[in-house]
C-alpha cells in the first residue's frame, strides 16, 4: 500500500507540468491585455509598454513559463496583478469557503444519493424506483446555474427562506450547498441502485435469505459493502468536481470562495491567480482520488493484498 501511495503522488509531477503548461498557455493565448487594464484608459502606449516590462510580459511565452516554474519550484506562485498580494494569501483566503461549500455539498448529496439508492434497488421496478430514477435524471440534466438561480426565486425571493447570496450561518449555506450537490446526488443514487442491484443477484445473498436473516441485516451486513467501491469512487470524483465545478455556484451567490476568485481574476486578466486557482483544484482532485484508493484497501481486502 505505501509504494502504491508513493507512486500515485509521484503522478502528481506529470500532472503539474500539464496543469501548468495548459493552463499558462490557454490564459496567455486569450484575448485582452492586463498591462492596459493596469494602466487605464487615459494611458500611453509607453505606459502600457512600461507596465508589460515590469510583469515581464515582454518576453516570449515559452520564458515566461520557464521563469513561471522556476518561482513555483520555491514555492511562489506570484503576485496578483490585481491586489500585488501574494497568489498563496489571495488563494488561502478563498480557500477554506470553497472547502466547506464543496464538503457540505458532497455530504449531502451522499447521503441522498446512497439512500436513495439502497431503496431503489431494494424496491425495484416499484413505484418509488422509477420516481427515484425520474428526479435523478432531472438531477442530472440541469444546469447548476439554473438550478442555483430557480432556489434563489423560490426560496430567497418570494419565500424568504434563506439568504440570496453571501456566507455567513448555516441558512446562508443551504441554497448553494442543495445547488452544488443536486447533480451529484443524482449521480451517486444511480450509481449505488445499479451497484447493489448487481450484488443482490449474487449467491451468497440468496444464500444469507436462505439462514432466515432479516432483509435489513443482508442488505446492510453482506450487500452494501460489497457494492461500496463503485460507489466510493463515484464520491471520491464528485468531491473533486465539486471543488472545481463550484465557480458556478459561488457565482451566482456571491460566494466568497476560490471559484469567484477566478471568475474575477479572469476579467481582470490577473494570470497569476487564475494558475494559481486552477494548480491547486486540479491537486485537490489528485489527492482526493489517492484518498479513494486508500480507503479501496479498507473496504476490500482483497485488493490491499493485490
Do not use: C
Not at 24 to 30: D, R
Not at 67 to 88: E, F, H, M, P
Not at 225 to 240: C, D, E, K, Y
Not at 258 to 274: H, T
Amino acid at each position: 500500500m505505501l509504494q502504491h501511495i508513493v507512486r500515485r503522488l509521484l503522478y502528481l509531477i506529470p500532472i503539474f507540468f500539464g496543469v501548468t503548461f495548459i493552463s499558462f498557455v490557454t490564459l496567455h493565448l486569450s484575448p485582452g491585455d492586463p498591462a492596459e487594464l493596469l494602466a487605464g484608459e487615459d494611458a500611453t502606449q509607453e505606459d502600457i509598454l512600461a507596465i508589460r516590462r515590469q510583469l515581464g510580459l515582454d518576453k516570449p511565452l515559452l520564458v515566461q513559463y520557464l521563469v513561471y516554474l522556476k518561482n513555483v519550484a520555491r514555492g511562489d506562485l506570484g503576485t496578483s496583478i490585481r491586489t500585488q498580494r501574494t497568489v498563496l494569501r489571495e488563494v488561502f483566503a478563498r480557500y477554506p469557503a470553497t472547502l466547506e461549500l464543496a464538503g457540505t455539498s458532497v455530504i449531502v448529496a451522499s447521503i441522498i444519493g446512497f439512500f436513495a439508492g439502497i431503496i431503489a434497488a431494494k424496491n425495484q421496478n416499484s413505484f418509488f424506483d422509477y420516481g427515484s430514477m425520474i428526479v435523478s435524471l432531472f438531477g442530472i440534466s440541469m444546469p447548476i446555474f439554473w438550478l442555483g438561480l430557480m432556489l434563489m426565486l423560490l426560496f430567497a425571493v418570494i419565500l424568504g427562506w434563506f439568504p440570496a447570496v453571501g456566507r455567513g450561518g448555516i441558512s446562508h449555506l443551504v441554497l448553494p450547498a442543495i445547488s452544488l450537490g443536486a447533480n451529484s446526488a443524482a449521480v451517486i443514487a444511480r450509481m449505488t441502485r445499479s451497484s447493489l442491484l448487481e450484488v443482490i443477484r449474487q449467491d451468497y445473498i440468496q444464500t444469507a435469505r436462505a439462514k432466515g436473516l432479516a432483509e435489513r441485516v443482508v442488505i446492510f451486513k453482506h450487500a452494501v459493502r460489497n457494492a461500496l467501491i463503485p460507489v466510493i469512487t463515484v464520491m471520491g470524483i464528485q468531491f473533486g468536481y465539486l471543488l472545481s465545478g463550484s465557480v458556478l455556484t459561488e457565482t451566482v451567490f456571491a460566494w466568497p470562495g476560490v471559484g469567484r476568485l477566478m471568475v474575477q481574476s479572469i476579467y481582470a486578466r490577473d494570470y497569476p491567480v487564475v494558475q494559481g486557482a486552477i494548480l491547486l483544484v486540479a491537486i485537490n482532485f489528485v489527492l482526493v482520488n489517492l484518498l479513494v484508493d486508500i480507503l479501496y484497501g479498507y473496504i476490500n481486502p482483497r485488493i490491499r493484498v493485490e
